[in-house]
């Protein structure tokens, strides 16, 4: 579904990304992990057409994308649900819902999708009418991930969706991550929780300094050495 080579990102005259290369494939969750600093956050933005890379190449569905417009690339259901979640805090849970399916013009469908959303997340329901901005940090980053379904993507990008949230609320958000994969949604993963994301996810990517440093399996970087002791605390 997306393949991404040798994609090289600038921020001014740093190099943030230094040729990095991922693939996705449809139905799965695929992972970055990495320190700080590390590219994850702007390889998602780069994808999403937020920035634009100077070099390499960015396939999605066979279709080249790189520095295509982020309105554009939204068009073509690649949705990003941002770091630090970035909803519309004077708008109502509803509206912030209705956001998200702003380029949609199948009403009936809309309304179905809306339905599955507030069973996704039943707190929501309770909310409608309240401002997203009086929301705990929970609340609004189900809904940051509510709104981005809302537009039906075909590749839901998720940056650091468990950041600064209490455990029990980030035990939700996974179970959630993979209720939306089982139900058939493509998703790339960007999250510190090295040891959350490479459970849930089919292959992973450890960055380092805008570069892939390893790759494979969500179980096979669980149990290397040195993801564990770098990634997951282990002595």
């Known amino acids: ?9 600038f921020y001014g005259k740093i190099e943030a990304l230094k040729g990095i290369s991922v693939e996705v494939n449809e139905g799965e969750i695929v992972t970055l992990i990495g320190a700080n600093g590390a590219g994850k956050s702007t390889t998602l933005k780069t994808v999403s057409g937020q920035i634009a890379p100077r ?6 569905l066979g279709q080249q994308i790189a520095g295509m417009p982020s309105h554009q690339v939204t068009a073509k ?10 909803i519309f805090a004077q708008m109502t849970v509803r509206e912030n819902l209705e ?10 469908e809309i309304a179905a999708d809306l339905e599955r959303v507030l069973e996704l997340f039943p707190r929501l329901s309770e909310r409608l009418a309240q401002k997203g901005g009086t929301l705990s940090g929970g609340e609004q980053q189900m809904l940051a991930i509510a709104r981005g379904m809302m537009a039906r993507p075909q590749l839901l990008m998720l940056d650091e969706p468990s950041m600064g949230l209490a455990p029990v609320i980030v035990e939700v958000i996974f179970e959630t991550i993979k209720k939306l994969n089982k139900d058939g949604t493509t998703i790339l ?4 929780n090295a ?3 490479l459970q849930v996810a089919h292959r992973g ?3 380092e300094t805008g570069s892939v440093a ?3 399996t969500g179980q096979e970087l669980l149990r290397n050495e040195r993801v564990r002791k770098t990634y997951l605390g282990e002595l």
């Open 77 to 86: 259901r690649v949705i990003q649900v941002p770091e630090g979640r970035r």
């Open 99 to 108: 956001m998200g399916a702003f380029l949609r013009t199948d009403k009936e």
């Open 189 to 192: 993963l960007v999250e510190q």
């Open 214 to 216: 390893l790759q494979g």
């Open 205 to 207: 990517y450890v960055l």
């Open 1 to 9: 579904m997306l393949n991404v080579k040798d994609l090289h990102t």
């Open 55 to 60: 070099n390499g190449s960015i396939e999605f």
């Open 195 to 197: 040891a959350m994301a």
